[in-house]
């Protein structure tokens, strides 16, 4: 189960610091787009999320989307913050991070990826050995594909929880 537990977790990614990820070593982030930055298919960027992204990329933070979205989502949403991006990631598999290192020239130790699901974004972090950051949703999705997987998301948590897991944010 250790595969699907995040090295760390906060409430949000604006609760993420300059401070703190240059502390934990990580130079890069790799960002889910959907209830990671914004609500899900919300091609709008709340305010504090395009804050926090201008105090990461002032402190010289690398930052790119990872999304297994299609570009046709992911490319105007990129374009809106500023940032790079590859689409059609196919987390958790590893493809997507391994084009992310070459892209932002960074070893995996440097690398932080943050979403908001376990058994894409966390998992593909630990395949890839980097490191993995779980955020919460920003807004739960309704439909029951999702609704399951939250649900197998909650229990994969209890477990980490049991074995020491705290959240840092």
């Known amino acids: 189960m250790k595969i699907f537990y995040p090295r760390f977790s906060f409430r949000r990614v604006t609760d993420l610091t300059v401070e703190w990820l240059k502390g934990q070593g990580i130079s890069a982030l790799l960002l889910d787009v959907d209830n990671t930055l914004t609500t899900h298919n919300n091609p709008e960027v709340p305010a504090e999320v395009l804050d926090w992204l201008h105090e990461m990329r ?7 989307l990872l ?15 500023g940032v790079g991006f590859i689409a059609d990631a196919a987390k958790p598999l ?12 960074e070893t995996p130790e440097g690398i932080a990826l943050v979403g908001d ?14 490191t993995s950051i779980l955020v919460e949703p920003m807004q739960l999705e309704s439909s029951w594909p999702f609704r399951l997987k939250r649900w197998a998301e909650q229990l994969a948590m209890r477990g980490y929880s049991r074995k ?3 959240e840092h944010g």
């Open 67 to 81: 999304s297994n979205n299609h570009p046709a989502r992911v490319a105007p949403f990129a374009q809106k913050l």
């Open 164 to 166: 020491g897991g705290a």
């Open 58 to 64: 002032a402190a010289g933070m690398k930052l790119l």
């Open 117 to 130: 699901q376990i058994f894409t974004d966390v998992l593909c972090a630990n395949l890839a050995g980097i």
């Open 94 to 105: 590893g493809g997507g991070v391994k084009r992310s290192q070459k892209v932002l020239g």
